[in-house]
């Protein structure tokens, strides 16, 4: 293994706490927009789909596609995460202005 | 760009996008926070486009694109009461996003240095993510209702599990050696993933839906970041972290609301649902006694507990029709919101959200619940289970031990139930034959009508 390797599971393990304790301070009441901006998030697979799509030859079609693939879902989910969380919390905090 | 500033660039990303998740947790900047995650991810994508140097890839804009429309058009079509099967969906597309990600690394795309690690993390990769999409998936037609709510249940269960489960190790274990042909490999991982998916999630039940969800919400995360492992990408394994994190959050927080444990759920001990609990026991209670208009006359302090029946009847306008009447009348009204009264962590709260129910007005069950006593009304529209008092006091039925919201401490009673069966459960509501409760049976759509024409 690489120091590389290392330090990306060094990352994974700290953002992962991190996480655990910010997100422990959501209130109840926001839950599914969490749930659904965090569903956003995951959709950051693209960045590596992207770099997929970028390399893989134009003359191979099977490997184009799977990596077009990869770029559609991905975008799908990042797009509609976060429109459908901001649609929600607008739900939430529309009123509260006046 | 030098790897330098690409380090650093990633990780101010990184920190914007905890902030954001900093500000959801109130209410005032939760958008904001939405806001700062989107543009950070946005970011990110032109830091990956600058760094490989694949800017002027024209066709990597012809896929997002595509991605971008049918994502906003999905988000602005879907309804509130659809939105635990938009999430499972959309969490099934970053599942499969993975699994191709880490397909194309075991096959060396994207992968700096091909080594034992980056092939163990590509079929985890592959593993995660097969299971994440097929999973999501059945979850969403479960949700959807085009495959049977009532959980599914394959003989030999933990047999087959435990076996696949045994194969996909020894996938992970020999994927560096290489031994059979690497297409033929990965088809074999992902067809045993499937079955296992497969026959994991449709045994689960409706009402067993907000744990599987929050658990596909955790592993689309996982899955992100161990395919950002294997392709040496830090932003994917931080954010994907992140986001395993928050699942495993939300997954914790349902299991207690339910009094389940995550590994039972995992292992096939718990019943999923399946069981039916029924005691021989009439419920008695029929008729609608005359008096309720002088009980609701006299309340002045208003408990609604809104249950997932409410949202099928549809009913959240007339429940809000009513609040308000009853707010003009100078009572005080407050709503209780089990955990687990929609689909999915927190669904409740945006049903009710979305008919402008103040969120204010909005109480979780740990603060409201020592107020029951000191009530003079509650009103259930569309919930069972979670109010059950045998809850506390049957041991040995499935309910046993899951906290419920205490509506049998309240002076009144009204449930606007579709009829007396019991729950989801399968356990007999004792609620129904008090004395002090009343019941109107039948589409709460019509009964609460009813019900706010004959107290005017």
Redesign the interface.
């Given at each position: 293994?690489?120091t590389?390797?290392y330090i990306?599971?060094a990352?994974?393990?700290?953002?992962?706490?991190?996480?655990?304790f910010?997100?422990?301070?959501?209130?109840?009441?926001?839950?599914?927009?969490?749930?659904?901006?965090?569903?956003?998030?995951?959709?950051?697979?693209?960045?590596?789909?992207?770099?997929?799509?970028?390399?893989?030859s134009?003359n191979d079609i099977v490997?184009?596609i799977?990596?077009?693939?990869?770029?559609?879902?991905?975008?799908?989910?990042?797009?509609?995460?976060?429109?459908?969380?901001?649609?929600?919390?607008?739900?939430?905090?529309g009123?509260?202005d006046d | 760009m030098t790897e330098t500033i690409y380090y650093v660039l990633s990780g101010l990303l990184i920190f914007i996008i905890m902030f954001g998740i900093y500000l959801m947790s109130k209410v005032k900047y939760a958008k904001l926070g939405n806001n700062l995650s989107a543009i950070s991810v946005f970011a990110a994508v032109i830091l990956t486009l600058l760094k490989y140097d694949v800017v002027d890839e024209w066709i990597i804009y012809v896929f997002i694109a595509l991605g971008a429309i049918i994502g906003i058009f999905l988000a602005y079509k879907v309804k509130m009461i659809a939105m635990p099967q938009m999430i499972a969906l959309l969490n099934g597309l970053g599942g499969l996003a993975s699994l191709i990600v880490g397909g194309f690394a075991y096959f060396g795309v994207g992968v700096d240095s091909l080594n034992a690690f980056s092939d163990v993390v590509a079929i985890i990769a592959v593993i995660i993510g097969t299971i994440t999409f097929v999973g999501s998936v059945i979850a969403a037609l479960k949700l959807h209702r085009v495959i049977s709510q009532k959980p599914i249940k394959v003989k030999f269960y933990s047999g087959i599990i435990s076996l696949l489960f045994l194969i996909q190790l020894v996938a992970i274990a020999i994927s560096p050696f290489r031994i059979i042909d690497k297409i033929i490999f990965i088809i074999i991982i992902i067809l045993v993933s499937s079955i296992f998916s497969v026959i994991f999630t449709i045994r689960i039940g409706g009402a067993d839906m907000p744990i599987t969800i929050s658990l596909l919400n955790s592993l689309s995360g996982v899955a992100g970041a161990i395919s950002g492992l294997a392709i040496g990408d830090v932003l994917l394994v931080a954010i994907g972290g992140i986001v395993g994190a928050s699942g495993l959050i939300l997954t914790e927080i349902m299991c207690k609301a339910m009094n389940k444990g995550l590994i039972d759920i995992l292992l096939g001990k718990t019943s999923g649902g399946s069981v039916t609990y029924v005691e021989n026991e009439e419920v008695v209670n029929e008729s609608v006694k005359q008096d309720f208009k002088e009980v609701y006359k006299n309340s002045k302090s208003v408990i609604i507990v809104p249950g997932y029946g409410m949202a099928v009847a549809q009913a959240q306008q007339l429940v809000k029709a009513l609040a308000d009447k009853m707010k003009k009348e100078h009572k005080t009204v407050k709503y209780a919101i089990h955990p687990v009264a929609g689909r999915m962590p927190g669904h409740m709260n945006v049903l009710l959200a979305e008919v402008n129910v103040d969120y204010e007005d909005l109480y979780d069950m740990e603060m409201i619940n020592d107020e029951f006593k000191q009530t003079d009304l509650v009103i259930v529209v569309g919930g069972n289970d979670v109010i059950n008092p045998k809850a506390k006091t049957h041991e040995g039925t499935p309910i046993y031990g899951m906290p419920i919201l205490d509506v049998d401490l309240a002076k009144d009673i009204f449930i606007f139930n579709y009829d007396k069966n019991p729950g989801y459960s399968g356990v007999t509501n004792s609620l129904y034959n008090k004395n002090n409760v009343q019941l109107f049976l039948g589409d709460a759509k019509e009964t609460l009508q009813k019900f706010i024409d004959d107290v005017k």
């Open positions: 293994m690489e590389i390797q990306l599971i990352i994974f393990i700290v953002s992962a706490i991190f996480g655990y910010l997100i422990s301070n959501v209130p109840s009441l926001l839950h599914t927009p969490l749930m659904s901006g965090m569903n956003a998030l995951s959709g950051i697979t693209l960045l590596g789909a992207l770099v997929a799509l970028a390399v893989v134009t490997k184009m799977l990596a077009g693939i990869a770029v559609l879902v991905s975008t799908i989910n990042i797009f509609a995460g976060f429109s459908v969380t901001d649609r929600m919390l607008e739900m939430f905090g009123k509260k | -």
